[in-house]
């Protein structure tokens, strides 16, 4: 394969750079002098390879001024005085001379760029790539001209240089990142819905018999032989810690209403002890979803977290519980123990809510064993957590004690944990989103018709995602189309189907940090991430402001070309 000379591929991308991004072709120097060349090959005792030279006679670098013509990620192309200043820099700072540098590197440091390597040798011409923290890589070009056709090659055809996708915006150069979703996901809460809720605890392991146990007789003695047997002694293990869960209250509900404020799957509803408890939602059956008990204490309904994300302690869980009625939620994590209130709706005050924290005692390891020995890192929270409850039962009537709850078996579910809670103060937008000036969109485009190009371009991010297959999300997409109200309450089927995307993306998440065994991929993880934040961005549409929504919304599209199907869309608009 014939590659082109330099001046081919700068000609080609001078031209394309004039035609579609002016501004960044403007911040192109002019050529190098030979005098100056040959004064920077005196100055580093290094003679250039002739395309680095060649290069340099088109154009003396560029400019590092916003806009200006960069290599991905790797910064603008270096000039003679940026190559004869960063080369200098790199030796000073005690830097194994590698070669000579191409561009002003990531974030503008010398050592995290391209480079073409000076040394006698069998690379010797080679254009390569550099970081602080990894060894020097050759895995992409032979040639300075190879790097220059593959940029002429990604900015006529639009194709993928270094892993991201040239963009022309308002006259400059940008790139962006280069991005897929599969059509089809593993769901981890499908694989689940297959396995069976472990029953009963695993059976104990048989211990051997030894000749010498009681009750087994003898083995006959053999003349001449002797037998030695070695028992084995420990001291008896300390009995667990008591349990101390979050558990929330909410005053004159029922057990299954509290259950189905906080999300319970209908499903999975069945009486469990907290073991049964703890066995189920460790279990691969449980997906990685949390799951509470539900019971009564002195006319209030209650609910114990019993394994998965902690819940109760967020706002919108305890605007949820408290609707209409009055809430107490107690939280313990390690050294922190909080006691929050909120009544109809409202969570009370910061400085209303009663929190003790807990200096690590003594010198114990911790981890996954500490309780099971008996170890309490954390006495002060334990005390305080029980301090909390006789608060609540003196305060409030609130009879509530761990232990003898513990083995009793209460009505108990799965949560499809509710959505979080969107910004309702502080709305603001960032004025720059993927090189596009949205603060400047948003001035001059009248509000009606910045929406339904925005309502197009959600549409687009739905279809490139795969969102749309959702019967809940095209039935939305079609009443925003024509105008029509979208109904997107916590119980309502569209966020229910957002709920569940989250938990999707959430257990693929898990299933891929702690299970190799899992029938998850990063690819599947990829799918359900690109679902769950375009659902997040329809929901932004629905209650959030435009610019705000339109960040989001914009920053979430895959494909390279948005900014030109959303100048499509404004015209259309």
Known sequence: MNIPAVEESWARVDAW????????????????????????????????????????????????????????????????????????????LGVEEAGLPLTLG????ASDGLFLASRPGPRHGYAGRRFDEDMTSFAHWPSLRHVLADLA?????????????????????????????????????????????????????????FPNDAGSPPPPRQEGTQRLFFVRTHRPRPAPLPDQPDVAFAAGLTPAEMLRRLGGIPATVRPRDRRQAHRAVKSAWAAHRPLVRAGEAGGWAYATLE??????????????????????????????????????GVPCPQEDTRRVMSPREGNHAGGPDARRLGVDLWPGSTAAYTRFLAVLRQDF?????????????LTSALLLPLLDDLPTEDCGFPSQVRHLDLAGLVERTPPQRLRAALAAQLSRLAS???????????????????????????????????????????????????????????????????????????????HLPLPAAAATILDQRISPHWHEELATDLESA
């Open 397 to 409: 009537g609130i009879a509530y004690d761990p232990d003898e709850e513990g083995p009793a078996e």
């Open 464 to 542: 490139e995602t795969h969102l749309d297959t959702y019967p809940e999300v095209s039935e939305a997409l079609d009443r925003i189309r024509r105008g029509l109200p979208v109904a997107c309450d916590q119980d309502d089927p569209l966020a229910s189907r957002m709920r569940t995307l989250a938990v999707e993306a959430h257990a693929t998440r898990q299933l891929l940090r702690d299970d190799d065994t899992a029938p998850v991929s990063h690819e599947d993880l990829t799918a359900w991430d690109a679902r769950a934040r375009a659902a997040h961005a329809l929901r932004e549409f629905l």
């Open 307 to 344: 394994g998965g994300a902690a819940q109760f302690a967020r706002p919108e869980v305890l605007r949820a519980l408290s609707a209409g009625t009055r809430a107490a939620v107690l939280t313990r994590h390690g050294p922190q123990v909080v006691l929050t209130f909120a009544e109809d």
């Open 106 to 109: 990531i974030g503008r440091r």
């Open 153 to 209: 090659d990604a900015l006529e055809g639009g194709r993928p240089f270094l892993g991201r996708i040239p963009v022309a915006v308002a006259g400059k150069l940008g790139w962006d990142g280069q991005r897929t979703v599969p059509a089809e996901a593993v769901s981890p809460l499908a694989w689940a819905a297959a396995l069976a809720e472990p029953e009963s605890d695993p059976p104990a392991l048989q211990r051997p018999v």
């Open 17 to 92: 750079l004039a035609r579609h991004a002016p501004l960044s072709h403007a911040m192109l120097r002019p050529p190098a002098s030979p005098a100056g060349i040959a004064d920077a090959e005196r100055a580093l005792g290094v003679p250039f390879h002739p395309d680095l030279v060649a290069s340099l006679r088109c154009h003396d670098g560029a400019e590092p001024d916003d806009g200006t013509v960069q290599l991905s990620f790797y910064g603008p192309l270096c000039g003679v005085a940026d190559i004869v200043r960063n080369t200098t820099l790199l030796r000073s």
